[in-house]
């Protein structure tokens, strides 16, 4: 009786375990550009109320520090893109993903509807989709510890 004690309470033990382990989008991501190949910056992404939010925290691209929204309309205008929101309100669905109206590229000042979602093959990286009208891109993000 009490080996099956302990048995089932390691057996349960490695059940949580794994559950706190698995990995989630939210956390802090290099973003790859998808032509060159090469870092552009840390995005941070974090919820609140339940919903999905991404703000640029660190610029990677050389020559590319103090960098503003120079593109960018209205209140964005000129701003730093250095934690710049870019990511707004986005939605968990059923099937994991993400998605939401706001994915805003401060380089090109475009804002796009959004899907993100883990690779399944590869807990650490991010797969990051934009769509304008029916044409998409999408981009694989890189999880950064700690």
């Not at 989630?24 to 910056?41: A, C, E, M, N």
């Not at 380089?107 to 991010?126: S, Y």
């Amino acid at each position: 009786m009490i080996n099956q004690t302990v048995q089932l309470s390691i057996l349960l033990f490695l059940l949580l375990s794994m559950n706190v382990s698995a990995q989630s989008v939210f956390g802090k991501w290099k973003t790859i550009d998808d032509r060159t190949g090469l870092p552009k910056g840390v995005i941070e992404i974090y919820k609140k109320d339940g919903l999905m939010y991404g703000k640029v925290v660190k610029i990677l691209e050389e020559g590319m520090d103090g960098v503003t929204c120079a593109k960018c309309d209205g209140e964005l205008k000129d701003k730093p893109v250095e934690g710049m929101e870019i990511i707004t309100a986005g939605r968990k669905h059923e099937d994991g993903e993400w998605k939401g109206k706001r994915l805003f590229d401060p380089q090109q000042a475009m804002t796009f509807r959004f899907k993100i979602w883990l690779n399944p093959d590869n807990q650490n990286e991010l797969k990051v989709r934009g769509y304008l009208a029916f044409i998409f891109r999408t981009q694989t993000w890189l999880r950064v510890e700690g």
